[in-house]
T-cell receptor, first 110, second 115 residues
């Protein structure tokens, strides 16, 4: 089976940093995606990690450790518009299927 | 590039009727399209994977006779919810990818409400 775990909710202050952790157990693992989803909208792509290590893209960075089945998404210099749900998803090598975690709702306060 | 559209964005229908949702890749050819369902405050659950020109592969627990999927061209897939019931009310999202190694690009979603 497959299991993707991430915290349900996190609250942070504008300008601060927040780290969203994701652990996964999945067979045929190919890589780990992070998506941002605002309420009532479809997910938008943030990052894709295949190899171990940190990938930085502006204010957002994503880390993967395949041996530990662990990833995190780091959001820096938080802005109010960053309030959203953040979904981690494990991709299977066969067929590129995604299994999503439950999502982490991040609330950014002034 | 890599834009995916869905139509309609919202639909309200009576119990027992059928509803068709379209998913289009606007600026690329999608070998594979995926259909997801998302209930309020829950994550996306994969319903089925469709490859152009072949039958869709359904996830366990998803009734293929109730959720009809057609992927007749490289830019269009349709999901028909047959004999819809209130419990089918949900947010339906499609995604498309060029091939099995490509990122999935998501459509804007369709909110279905069955009265």
């Amino acid at each position: 089976g497959q299991n993707i775990d991430q915290p349900t909710e996190m609250t942070a202050t504008e300008g601060a940093i927040v780290q969203i952790n994701c652990t996964y157990q999945t067979s045929g693992f190919n890589g780990l995606f992070w998506y941002q989803q605002h309420a009532g909208e479809a997910p938008t792509f943030l990052s894709y990690n295949v190899l171990d290590g940190l990938e930085e893209k502006g204010r957002f960075s994503s880390f993967l450790s395949r041996s530990k089945g662990y990833s995190y998404l780091l959001l820096k210099e938080l802005q109010m518009k960053d309030s959203a749900s953040y979904l981690c998803a494990a991709a299977k090598a066969a067929g590129n299927k995604l299994t999503f975690g439950g999502g982490t709702r991040v609330l950014v306060k002034p | 590039g890599a834009v995916v559209s869905q139509h309609p964005s919202r639909v309200i229908c009576k119990s027992g009727t059928s509803v068709k949702i379209e998913c289009r890749s606007l600026d690329f050819q999608a070998t594979t399209m995926f259909w997801y369902r998302q209930f309020p405050k829950q994550s996306l659950m994969l319903m089925a994977t469709s490859n152009e020109g072949s039958k869709a592969t359904y996830e366990q627990g998803v009734e293929k006779d109730k959720f009809l999927i057609n992927h007749a061209s490289l830019t269009l897939s349709t999901l028909t919810v047959t004999s819809a019931h209130p419990e089918d009310s949900s947010f339906y999202i499609c995604s498309a990818s060029r091939d099995s190694t490509d990122t999935q690009y998501f459509g804007p979603g369709t909110r279905l409400t069955v009265l």
